[in-house]
């Protein structure tokens, strides 16, 4: 089976940079997806990261090192729209089905 | 583009009944993947379909089936519902050879 963790909540002030972890326990690793959720709304595509190290898009930077199972997703400038879920997931074997981490709900304050 | 659409967004049933919720993927989008998200498990996956075949599967009781039709659009059901089938259901459509998956806004079911 998979393992998946992630901090169960962060918060962050406004204007600063975060770090959400995401470390894994997988056989056959394939890549590893980020998503943002919002509250009450479907989660949407962040970033997908096959090879080790780092892709950056904009404010958001994602950082893969299969080696070490582990992953983080770096938020740059926060903004408070930026509070939401972020969900890890996993494929790995044969099939593209992600596995979820329970996610990591961020709270940005002023 | 349209996105994933699924309906009904909000259900609420009673202990024993069935329900059938639907989502139409991205048109072109032939891989739909359905999933459960509840406060305390997360995202779990239900079940894959390609093609109108059922390609992979998790690890849900038998009350909790589905199907894709040949325009690709998937319905799922689940009969004999339970209080902790409460959750909201996620339907996630994928590009053949793409990366990511595009999510619905969900059905919230609530069982009564």
């Known amino acids: 089976g998979q393992n998946i963790d992630q901090p169960t909540e962060m918060t962050a002030t406004e204007g600063a940079i975060v770090q959400i972890n995401c470390t894994y326990q997988t056989s056959g690793f394939n890549g590893l997806f980020w998503y943002q959720q919002h509250a009450g709304e479907a989660p949407t595509f962040l970033s997908y990261n096959v090879l080790d190290g780092l892709e950056e898009k904009g404010r958001f930077s994602s950082f893969l090192s299969r080696s070490k199972g582990y992953s983080y997703l770096l938020l740059k400038e926060l903004q408070m729209k930026d509070s939401a879920s972020y969900l890890c997931?996993?494929?790995?074997?044969?099939?593209?089905?992600?596995?979820f981490g329970r996610g990591t709900s961020l709270i940005v304050h002023p | 583009k349209a996105g994933v659409t699924q309906t009904p967004r909000y259900l609420i049933k009673t202990r024993g009944q069935q329900v059938t919720l639907s989502c139409s993927p991205i048109s072109g989008h032939r891989s739909v993947s359905w999933y459960q998200q509840t406060p305390g498990q997360g995202l779990q996956f239900l079940f894959e379909?390609?093609?109108?075949?059922?390609?992979n599967k998790g690890n849900f009781p038998g009350r909790f089936s589905g199907r894709q039709f040949s325009n690709s659009r998937s319905e799922m059901n689940v009969s004999t519902l339970e209080l902790g089938d409460s959750a909201l259901y996620l339907c996630a459509s994928r590009e053949t050879g793409g990366d990511g998956y595009t999510f619905g806004s969900g059905t919230r079911l609530t069982v009564v």
């Open positions: 379909y390609f093609s109108e075949t059922q390609r």
């Open positions: 997931a996993v494929i790995s074997g044969g099939s593209y089905i992600p596995t």
